[in-house]
């Protein structure tokens, strides 16, 4: 079932079960590209992080693309040794990355490794004549997060802002991350946020109650949509503004 509050800003897309949610996710992210591929030869993605996505990354070994047209970015990264089991291009790679025949130059790890201020410096260079996305993925977390962009943090969505952020003080572990601003992450044709867990339930209320919540952050020009377990939005109340 989809609700929107008004075309732009946000469109809700709620299944009754995570598997559910999980193929409906995946067949968009297939759209995606097969329009991006036939309007553009190529298709620029930008993947999120955490455990909600892995199943869905993992469903896309199997998927029917021109892997050698896809381009792989990351919207944050957690600053760990790059074999490190619990980073985002690690998760990325065993799920999905290492079966796919796509370039290994077409994806772009951000190497937190570094340390953040020279991981995010490095991949504003990676991100430069990339003007728009054209599917970019992300998850929410329970206060409200999304990417490494976390409440009392710049969110980077004034003008002016880098692309790409360094974040420390993270309330999420590892404390120390890399984050693509809010300005970048809206540089996109289509922005898909998935949202499933218990735990994820206060953050969607405050966010269709308008609050200002990090994931609010993020309008691209054509609005967002959140895939969510329906189950999240039973005492959500009806959409103020987002
Ligand atoms: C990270 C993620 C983060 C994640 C949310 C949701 O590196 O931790 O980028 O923003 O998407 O915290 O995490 P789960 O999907 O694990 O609930």
């Known amino acids: 079932m989809s609700s929107s509050d008004n075309a732009a800003s946000c469109r809700w897309h709620s299944y009754s079960t995570t598997a559910e949610l999980e193929v409906a996710a995946v067949r968009a992210i297939l759209l995606a590209a097969q329009l991006a ?51 985002n291009s690690r998760m990325a790679a065993l799920a999905w990355l290492d ?36 599917l970019v993925l992300l998850g929410l977390g329970e206060d409200g997060h999304t990417a490494s962009l976390f409440p009392h943090h710049d969110p980077g969505n004034t003008p002016d ?23 970048r992450l809206g540089a ?26 990090p994931a609010a952050a993020i309008t691209p020009a054509g609005g967002v949509d959140i895939y969510l377990e329906a189950g999240l939005l039973s005492s959500a109340g009806k959409i103020q503004t987002c």
Not at 188 to 213: C, H, P, Y
């Open 188 to 213: 996109a044709r289509q922005v898909m946020f998935l949202v499933t867990g218990e735990t994820k339930r206060q953050a969607v209320q405050d966010w269709r109650n308008g609050a200002s919540i």
């Open 161 to 183: 802002e880098p692309a790409a952020l360094a974040v420390h003080d993270a309330p999420k572990p590892p404390p120390d991350r890399v984050s693509l601003s809010a300005n």
């Open 37 to 87: 591929i036939s309007r553009r030869g190529e298709f620029h993605i930008v993947l999120a992080g955490g455990n909600t996505p892995r199943r869905i990354y993992e469903s896309l070994r199997s998927a029917d693309t021109d892997w050698s047209a896809w381009h792989v970015y990351f919207g944050d990264e957690r600053c760990l040794p790059a074999d490190h089991s619990e980073r």
């Open 99 to 134: 079966h796919v025949a796509i370039p290994r130059e077409q994806i772009h790890p951000i190497h937190a490794e570094t340390g953040a201020e020279a991981a995010a410096a490095d991949y504003m260079q990676t991100l430069k004549g990339i003007e728009q996305f054209d």
